[in-house]
């Protein structure tokens, strides 16, 4: 008995249960007398080119938007990353003791 639960096995259920039905729907147009539509006719290639043009336009769309996602989300990182390295700059300067003023005009000068 074979796993059922194996890939292999799930992808040849789906490809024979696919199989059966195209064939039990062409089985069915047949004997009820309906023609398949002539896919060379002029106003069928035309339906065609509008599905695929309509399809491939949203296709560009979406990777658009996704690609502008992706810089988005980019430049939030290297706006964080630069943040972080400014705070880090800033704690390490406020940490360091600030240099004795000299508490005289020539003493500015001596040291």
């Not at 990182?77 to 700059?89: H, T």
């Amino acid at each position: 008995m074979p796993d059922l639960n194996c890939a292999q096995v799930q992808d040849a259920t789906v490809k024979i249960q696919s199989a059966y039905r195209g064939f039990k729907t062409r089985k069915q147009l047949k004997e009820s007398g309906e023609d398949m539509p002539d896919l060379q006719a002029a106003d069928v290639v035309a339906a065609t080119i509008k599905i695929q043009s309509a399809y491939k336009g949203f296709q560009t769309r979406k990777q658009l938007k996704d690609q502008e996602e992706n810089r988005q989300l980019i430049k939030e990182k290297e706006l964080k990353s630069r943040q972080a390295s400014r705070e880090k700059m800033e704690t390490k300067t406020q940490k360091e003791e600030p240099k004795e003023v000299a508490s005289s005009f020539f003493g500015r000068f001596m040291s």
